[in-house]
């Protein structure tokens, strides 16, 4: 494992040797994040306080791309140490607030332009989202959830920075990245059926008309579940900002109805949104899953991959 920082000024800080390491990533929210732990020996200038982004390579790929948030150096009983941890870029929309505003048609380019270009950060292509009349951005909210519910709420897709810290809001790929045999080396397994907190129902009420909307989950319907919830719109809310609302609401509560846990020993192993397909000898859990988040990680035991995986149509 290769660490590097890189200085407001445009040093780059080559970090000694790693001795642990643990990155985290999911969907972005919470924001990725990573925490290394160096070999490290005191040697006159300590430049470390000028570190502004973090970037890991392994095996020559880039595994991480980041913000430092805290860096300790110092000695003790045991020996002098390092420690480096941050966020994924993500953190910039995250630690800025959004000014208040309202657009009379709001597109995918717009909100590239006043939300996430300010801050130095690059978009993928790709993506292909609506255009929303009357979008509103509130005031105390951050850029991250300006953001966020353009693509997740009006696009249906959840927007995401690579390892390369690039944002992207483009559908999760359809290629399987892992196949698990009846031999796979799989150190922990556990499979979690949860009902509680899926909505099986949304009514969407229109606050000044009283118009109702009503956005169901068939499937969880169909399986015995019965939990709504009513939620209440702006006045005058468009019919189309109505469906949205509920069909948000049903989607969110479903991603949990139905997960599995593994470890792996290895690292880097699968990335989020990613399929992977399992076959194990007892049965459990076989089938096709998509990851939703992952740890990977070194410590004294060896190098260690955790997933946390739902059904592929639940997470979007």
Same mark, same amino acid.
């Given at each position: 494992?290769?660490?590097?920082?890189?200085?407001?000024?445009?040093?780059?800080?080559?970090?000694?040797?790693?001795?642990?390491?643990?990155?985290? +990533? $999911?969907?972005?929210?919470?924001?990725?994040?990573?925490?290394?732990?160096?070999?490290?020996?005191?040697?006159?200038?300590?430049?470390?306080?000028?570190? =502004?982004?973090?970037?890991?390579?392994?095996?020559?790929?880039?595994?991480?791309?980041? =913000? /430092?948030?805290?860096?300790?150096?110092?000695?003790?009983?045991?020996?002098?140490?390092?420690? /480096? %941890?941050?966020?994924?870029?993500?953190?910039?929309?995250?630690?800025?607030?959004?000014?208040?505003?309202?657009? !009379?048609?709001?597109?995918?380019?717009?909100?590239?332009?006043?939300?996430?270009?300010?801050?130095?950060?690059?978009?993928?292509?790709?993506?292909?989202?609506?255009? /929303?009349?009357?979008?509103?951005?509130?005031?105390?909210? %951050?850029?991250?959830?300006?953001?966020?519910?353009?693509?997740?709420? +009006?696009?249906?897709?959840?927007?995401?920075?690579?390892?390369? $810290?690039?944002?992207?809001?483009?559908?999760?790929?359809?290629?399987? %990245?892992?196949?698990?045999?009846?031999?796979?080396?799989?150190?922990?397994?556990?499979?979690?059926?949860?009902? +509680?907190?899926?909505?099986?129902?949304?009514? =969407?009420?229109?606050?000044?008309?009283?118009? /109702? !909307?009503? =956005?169901?989950?068939? $499937?969880?319907?169909?399986?015995?579940?019965?939990?709504?919830?009513?939620?209440?719109?702006?006045?005058?809310? %468009?019919?189309?900002?109505?469906?949205?609302?509920?069909?948000? !609401?049903?989607?969110?509560?479903?991603?949990?109805?139905?997960?599995?846990?593994?470890?792996?020993?290895?690292?880097?192993?699968?990335?989020?949104?990613?399929?992977?397909?399992?076959?194990?000898?007892?049965?459990?859990?076989?089938?096709?899953?998509?990851?939703?988040?992952?740890?990977?990680?070194?410590?004294?035991?060896?190098?260690?991959?955790?997933?946390?995986?739902?059904?592929?149509?639940?997470?979007?």
């Amino acid at each position: 494992m290769e660490g590097r920082l890189t200085c407001w000024d445009g040093r780059e800080i080559a970090l000694p040797d790693v001795t642990e390491w643990e990155f985290r +990533y $999911g969907r972005g929210t919470p924001c990725d994040s990573f925490l290394l732990t160096c070999l490290w020996e005191p040697q006159g200038e300590d430049p470390l306080a000028e570190a =502004v982004t973090f970037t890991a390579v392994e095996n020559g790929e880039t595994v991480f791309t980041g =913000v /430092v948030d805290e860096c300790e150096r110092g000695w003790n009983g045991q020996g002098c140490f390092l420690t /480096v %941890s941050g966020r994924s870029m993500a953190a910039r929309l995250l630690d800025n607030e959004a000014l208040g505003m309202e657009y !009379q048609v709001a597109t995918w380019a717009d909100i590239l332009r006043d939300h996430v270009t300010p801050y130095g950060i690059q978009t993928l292509p790709g993506a292909s989202l609506p255009a /929303v009349p009357g979008f509103v951005e509130e005031t105390g909210s %951050s850029e991250w959830q300006v953001v966020y519910e353009f693509c997740r709420y +009006y696009g249906g897709v959840t927007p995401r920075f690579d390892r390369l $810290g690039r944002l992207t809001a483009a559908p999760w790929p359809e290629e399987k %990245s892992l196949r698990l045999k009846e031999n796979a080396a799989i150190t922990a397994l556990t499979l979690r059926d949860q009902r +509680y907190g899926v909505l099986s129902q949304v009514l =969407v009420r229109d606050r000044t008309t009283q118009a /109702v !909307q009503t =956005v169901e989950n068939s $499937g969880f319907l169909q399986r015995g579940g019965l939990c709504r919830r009513v939620l209440t719109m702006p006045g005058k809310s %468009s019919y189309q900002a109505m469906r949205y609302s509920g069909a948000y !609401q049903l989607a969110r509560s479903a991603e949990e109805l139905r997960q599995l846990e593994l470890e792996l020993p290895g690292s880097f192993l699968a990335w989020p949104g990613e399929l992977v397909e399992l076959v194990t000898p007892k049965g459990t859990a076989n089938g096709l899953w998509r990851v939703a988040e992952a740890v990977c990680g070194l410590n004294g035991k060896g190098r260690y991959t955790r997933l946390l995986l739902g059904e592929p149509d639940a997470l979007r």
